[in-house]
């Protein structure tokens, strides 16, 4: 019998949870290993060339193959598993996708400023950003529910982990980030019901991301609704 494939995670990380909803989505059998980014284990420095998550381990005939960077992870099992395919088969639509993969990413490092900044001004600047980035993809959306209509996509993979830091941050501040912005709304609410999507994360996510905001006195924690 084959070993299954492992994806070394961290519990928080949002490219991590790219590559798992990829995996459920196509109903590969893996193992989840986690790690402690502030602490990491020498065994992992000397199989992760940056040092970060994910990585997939792909057991060989002899030995191991390891994979890293979320997106080499992805277009691999789109490229050698079975299952749902999650890229358009166009190629044309298939390059918009992965445009649209990268700018995802961006989303997530002015999220990263977002949730970490301790100056209420670069607070405010980055929830503009933000609110401007998801306006952006206000226009691109269609009738859904999900980003290229009926069809799941590596794309919906993307966005699901940066939705899931507003359920945690709904419950801190009114950020108004997705006013008037339906068709993202409504996204990420289909999203958020998906069962690999919410797979790709342990129960206790939230408790996480919230001892997380803390360790880095975030601004954001000091606006709203709940004391830190």
């Not at 995670?9 to 459920?24: E, G, I, K």
């Not at 277009?75 to 395919?85: D, S």
């Not at 997530?108 to 952006?136: C, H, I, M």
């Not at 994360?201 to 001892?211: K, P, S």
Request: aromatic share 10%; glycine share 6%; proline share 6%.
């Amino acid at each position: 019998m084959t070993a299954p494939l492992t994806l070394i995670s961290h519990h928080l990380c949002p490219y991590v949870q790219r590559a798992a909803t990829a995996l459920h989505e196509k109903g590969i059998p893996f193992e989840r290993a986690f790690i402690d980014l502030a602490n990491k284990p020498d065994w992992f420095l000397q199989i992760s060339p940056l040092g970060k998550v994910p990585l997939l381990r792909i057991p060989q005939e002899e030995g191991e193959a390891i994979l890293f960077e979320s997106t080499v992870i992805c277009e691999y099992l789109e490229e050698t598993q079975g299952g749902a395919k999650l890229h358009p088969a166009d190629p044309l639509t298939r390059a918009r996708h992965r445009g649209w993969i990268e700018f995802g990413s961006s989303v997530l490092a002015d999220l990263w400023v977002y949730e970490t900044t301790q100056d209420g001004e670069t607070l405010e600047a980055k929830r503009n950003t933000l609110k401007t980035k998801f306006s952006t993809v206000e226009a691109e959306l269609g009738d859904g529910p999900y980003f290229a209509g009926a069809d799941f996509s590596l794309v919906d993979a993307v966005f699901a982990p940066i939705f899931r830091y507003f359920d945690v941050f709904d419950s801190i501040a009114e950020h108004g980030i997705f006013d008037g912005l339906p068709r993202v709304s409504a996204w990420r609410k289909a999203l958020a019901a998906r069962p690999s999507v919410k797979a790709a994360v342990t129960d206790d996510y939230a408790e996480r991301l919230m001892a997380f905001l803390r360790k880095h006195d975030a601004a954001l924690l000091k606006t709203g609704k709940i004391a830190a």
